[in-house]
């Protein structure tokens, strides 16, 4: 077979961002997102009503001013990495890679077909999600399976479901934490905070949790971070349904009461800074942390474009595709 027609390409995946910080983009945005049964498993009949008539209505124009809050000049934060990572990437690998959003723009299929026109008979998909959840990484193979059970003729598939443990990626993320602790001093308390999922999703077989706990421990190893000074938890909770223990907001009020005073908080699930780390964990839970008598809260960033998690993405492209 001819080089021409044996070319493989990567397609990088985020969860995905509204169009624009207006309540309609928001709208559109939340609605194809908490459309997936991944995400919520609700009964659609009972699930739909309350969605259109009670959420969408009431959420969006307040998470369209969240959003407004955080808004780069290029468009959300979200986005502007996730196309930083993209480009970067290709650039290293010397490969078409492309970007996909489960949600939003640029869609899934968007990316698998930019990839199908520069020839790419093999695709490697590259979900940015650390450790697994049916609410994420699932939901990323859910979206490239319909997308190719249209097509007649489909390329050859590899799909990355985790890296939580990856040496690499416990590299890059220990190496954020130095280099943040040697412009601005260590701190009392270390926290890594997960977004959360629903606890009946870990109970019915969601590896998520155990991910977690395996990227704190190893983090914390390499860190040589005496655990009685680090923790973790998880953010983002949604609805009246038991979510996965502990909050990240009770915690941070709860450390900041037992006389920590200065509390450093990460984000490892998160492979770019979002609407969830530099709103809620920099803005609302920086709050929370002063207003229950903590003095100084920091948010260390996100990988993002770093060229550590660049090259850390190279790497398992070039694992996960030997032999292509």
Known sequence: MSEKNNKYGVLLVNLGTPDEASPAAVKRFLSEFLHDKRVVDMTRWLWCPILHGIILPIRSPKVAKLYQSV??????????????????????LKLPVELGMTYGNPSIFSGLDRLKQQGCNKVLVLPLYPQYSRTTTAAVFDKVAKV??????IPELRFI?????????????AESVTDFWETHGKPDYLLCSYHGIPKRYADNGDPYPQ?????????????????????????SIFGREEWLKPYTEQTIAELAKKGVKRLDVMCPAFSVDCLETLEEIAEQCKE????????????????NDNPTHIKMMAELVSQHSQGW
């Open 71 to 92: 808004w780069m000049e290029d468009g959300s934060p979200l986005m502007v990495y996730s196309r930083r990572q993209q480009q970067q990437l290709a650039e290293t």
């Open 148 to 153: 190719l059970k249209k097509q007649a003729d």
């Open 161 to 173: 479901n985790q890296y939580f443990d990856h040496p690499e990626y416990i590299g890059a993320l």
């Open 211 to 235: 991910h977690c706990n395996g990227t704190t421990a190893l983090l914390a190893e390499k860190l040589d971070m005496p655990r009685e000074q680090m923790s973790m938890s998880y953010q």
């Open 288 to 303: 929370t942390f002063i207003e229950a008598g903590g003095q100084e809260f920091n948010l260390i960033p996100c990988l």
